[in-house]
Nanobody, 121 residues
Framework: QVQLVESGGGLVQPGGSLRLSCAASGGIFSINAMGWYRQAPGKARDLVATITSGGNTNYADSVKGRFTISRDNARNTVYLQMNSLKPEDTAVYYC???????????????WGQGTQVTVSS
């Protein structure tokens, strides 16, 4: 069973930085796109950034120029470097991966458990 395990969240002051990591494991044949989404209290889950297996990236307008997504295909890991953090970046951040299962060869959409990012002075 595919599992995504996130790490790196926490409390940071405005203007600070954090780096999130998400490692995928279990029954993986290949991983297509990986990405990060976030959900603030009382709001819908929104896209933050995605990256394809070939390295093509896509960002929400609100994070362009501040956040950088990257991935290590050998480690099945995706990262999100967040700089110049703002209070409005406060949310639970979820890792997402589109994975082809190594046994069934079917493609599934998987989510991590979420990690809290709080930007506050």
């Amino acid at each position: 069973q595919v599992q995504l395990v996130e790490s790196g969240g926490g409390l940071v002051q405005p203007g600070g930085s954090l780096r999130l990591s998400c490692a995928a494991s279990g029954g993986i044949f290949s991983i297509n796109a990986m990405g990060w989404y976030r959900q603030a209290p009382g709001k819908a889950r929104d896209l933050v950034a995605t990256i394809t297996s070939g390295g093509n990236t896509n960002y929400a307008d609100s994070v362009k120029g501040r956040f950088t997504i990257s991935r290590d295909n050998a480690r099945n890991t995706v990262y999100l470097q967040m700089n110049s953090l703002k209070p409005e970046d406060t949310a639970v951040y979820y890792c997402n991966a589109i994975v082809r299962n190594s046994i069934s060869l079917m493609i599934g959409n998987y989510w991590g458990q979420g990690t809290q990012v709080t930007v506050s002075s």
